[in-house]
């Protein structure tokens, strides 16, 4: 089998995919924009080869590395970057190299559309915000009009939570207009709730190989727009009625054989039409992991090997590795440059040394919204997870 993965060295831990797929007698084709001589041994050891391209933002160098796997391994039978940046890229590649097991160019525009995810959903029965497409501001007062302040408007095509605003009044909507990008946005109404995803390997069979679920802070957007802190946490398991509505939705958007990663709001605050507090609401669709190191947080509150359960389902599209019994929790907080907390890092460090997982600076490209310093620890408990979080933001 011959497997093409673009970036295997970004982000730093996603060398592991390649690993695991290479432990499984793989050829691992790696496609990146950093020099051999840059990468970590662990990336070198996990490839069969590694093509450099001066960017990967230019689509016809990372064609041409394709197009040189192609002809001297054989027909490329996977080629997967899971990064949400290079979805769309990942998508075309498939499509002009006839690569059948990944979306394709037509397909990947459900998945990255936030008003096209809409009839998705409602075919799996899972109810989501109304929404709007937002074209001038008569049309978006009309819209309000219909669903009351605050509305959240957002790109229609995006990644993370960037360039994401809540508008609480006439005056937040009218500055908005003033000053709208030039993409396509979308607003839709609010919804008071907290944010808990549905996260799991799927077989061709768009069956759950593991299942997992983080709670996130309500607005991520607020946390990249205002600079805030951000702390989430993994535990290891899901809750029945998000796995329910999780696997519904995934068989609804077709995402078979994939990592996926299924945002939803738990309200806190009934809505008519959606639900009462403790319902589940859509929020988005990923074709890809949770970001940052969220992959290795579920490895740690699971127990297990999520790369390995990836790389099995790839290679033999089933689980191999046991499942661990046992209730566990991992708990990420990050904290930004420039800004007074109350605890030092060593004091952290003295206090959470003995149920360290990681410890580290953040890469600038996931600094916005992952923040600068991070920490992630094992919890037994939920309650020990916040305790950690509430100890590492206090501000001063």
């Known amino acids: 089998m011959n497997f093409v993965f673009i970036s295997p060295h970004f982000p730093r831990t996603y060398w592991n995919f390649c690993d695991r797929l290479r432990r ?13 001589d840059g990468l970590e041994d662990c990336v070198k050891g996990a490839l069969t080869e590694y093509y450099k ?19 001297k391994y054989g027909k490329i039978d996977w080629l997967e970057s ?20 990944g979306v394709d160019t037509q397909a990947v525009a459900a ?39 605050p509305v959240i408007v957002k790109p229609d095509v995006g990644v993370g939570a960037s360039h994401t605003w809540k508008l609480e009044n006439d005056a937040d909507l009218a500055a908005f207009f003033a000053d709208k990008p ?22 061709s069979r768009c069956e759950p190989l593991i299942e997992s679920s ?33 696997r519904r939705t995934a068989k609804a958007f077709g995402a078979q054989r994939r990592f996926i990663h299924l945002e939803f709001f738990q309200l806190t605050k009934a809505k008519p039409g959606l639900g009462g507090v403790g319902d589940f609401v859509g929020l988005e669709v990923n074709m890809r992991p949770a970001g940052g190191y969220t992959p290795d947080m579920i ?36 904290r930004r440059d420039g800004k007074a907390y109350v605890h030092s890092h060593e004091e952290v460090l003295a206090r959470y040394g003995g149920q360290m997982a990681m410890c580290e600076r953040m890469p600038d490209a996931l600094a916005d919204a992952m923040g600068n310093q991070m920490y992630t620890v094992h919890a037994g408990t939920e309650q020990e997870a916040k305790d950690f979080i509430r100890f590492v933001l206090e501000r001063a």
């Open 24 to 36: 499984n007698g793989v050829n691992v084709l790696g496609v990146g924009d950093c020099p051999y």
């Open 53 to 71: 391209v001066d960017t990967l933002e230019d689509y016809d160098q990372v064609f041409r590395a394709v197009a040189f796997f192609s002809f």
């Open 82 to 101: 899971n990064n949400e940046y290079w979805l769309e890229q990942d998508a075309r590649l498939r499509t002009d190299f006839h690569i059948t097991t």
């Open 182 to 203: 030039s993409e396509p946005y979308v607003m839709e109404e609010f919804i008071f709730g907290d944010i808990r995803s549905y996260d799991a390997v799927m077989d």
């Open 214 to 246: 983080a709670i996130f802070p309500p607005s991520i957007a607020d946390i990249v727009n205002e600079e805030g802190d951000l702390a989430y946490y993994v535990g290891d398991t899901v809750p029945p009625a998000l796995a329910d509505m999780g």
């Open 299 to 334: 490895n740690f509150a699971h127990s297990t090997d999520i790369y390995q359960i990836w790389a099995d389902m790839v290679a033999f599209d089933e689980r191999r590795l046991p499942a661990n019994g046992g209730d566990h929790f991992c708990a990420y907080a990050s």
């Open 111 to 149: 998945f990255k559309s936030k008003s096209g995810m809409k009839a998705y959903y409602a075919q799996a029965g899972v109810p989501t915000a109304r929404c709007h497409k937002v074209t001038d501001l008569a049309a978006a007062q009309a819209f309000i009009g219909e669903v009351g302040y």
